[in-house]
Every structure is written in C-alpha cells, then in structure tokens.
C-alpha cells in the first residue's frame, strides 16, 4: 500500500512584502549607522582628562549623550527585525514594522511643526504603512495565522 502523504500548502508571500521588508533592512541600515555616527561624534568630541583618582570619568561623562544615539541604533534594530518578520509572514513583523513606521510618521510630523522639513521620512513612512495595509497583505498573514 502506498501512502500518500498530505502536506499544507506553502503560502506564497506576495511581492509587495517582500519589497516592504527589502525596504526596512535598507532602512534599518541607514538608521543604525546614523546612530553608531551620533554615537562615535558624542565620544570623539568629549574631552579627556585623565588623572589618577578618576580613571572612569571620561568613560562616565560620555555615557548621558549616548541615550539618542542609543535610541537610534536600537531604533534600526526594530526596523531589521520587523523586515525579518514581514519575510517569514509572522504577524509581529506585520505589527512592529506598522508600529515603527507609526513612531516615524509621529516623529516626522514634530520636526514639520517645527520648521523642518521631513518630506523624504513622511513620504517612505506613509508608503510603508499603505503597501502593508493592502487586501493582498493582509490576506497573506492572515492565511499564514491561520495555518499556525
């Protein structure tokens, strides 16, 4: 007798995802490098007075002005992961990727208000967040919850 065995389907990830999750590693890249500059101009440009009694005051007076550029870097590590979600269609990819395109929009919309002018950061959130709402999109994590 010959069995013959039955397997689910393998969901094909439509190709605006992967298109989207191309986009935020390449995002996510660009903002960690940011943040690893912001990071390497905050201890390059802190003064270096060693003495005896306070060998880990330089390493100390450094440390406050790494919080944005933490931020930052981690911020880039957000976008990276979100990326690996959308690919593998995981329903977390879907929601930190729409939640950091959120925070960004949010952000870019601050800096508007107050005289900056964000439009590449406006223009690359709002796609992002059209492009994941799509019906096709949605389906497809959709299908592949259900199927988890």
């Known amino acids: ?3 013959t065995a039955t397997h689910t389907p393998h ?11 191309s986009l ?4 996510a890249v660009l903002v960690m490098a940011l943040g690893l500059v912001l990071a390497a101009g905050q201890v390059a440009t802190t003064p270096i007075a060693m003495t ?3 060998a880990f005051g330089p390493i100390l007076s450094v440390l406050p002005g790494l919080g944005f550029a933490t931020v930052v870097v981690v911020a880039g590590g957000g976008l990276g ?3 690996l979600g959308l690919l593998h269609l995981r329903e977390w ?3 930190l990727a729409m939640s950091l395109q959120g925070f960004g929009l949010v952000d870019a919309l601050y800096a508007h208000v107050h005289g900056d002018r964000p439009y590449v950061t406006l223009a690359l959130c709002s796609f992002v967040v059209l492009v994941l709402n ?6 497809a ?4 919850a259900l199927h988890d």
């Open 81 to 83: 992961l979100a990326g």
């Open 134 to 139: 799509q019906r096709e999109v949605r389906q």
């Open 52 to 54: 005896p009694d306070d």
């Open 11 to 21: 969901q094909r990830r439509p190709r605006a995802v992967t298109f989207v999750a």
């Open 24 to 27: 935020l590693f390449f995002e």
């Open 1 to 3: 007798m010959h069995q």
């Open 93 to 95: 990819g879907w929601v």
């Open 141 to 144: 994590f959709a299908a592949r």
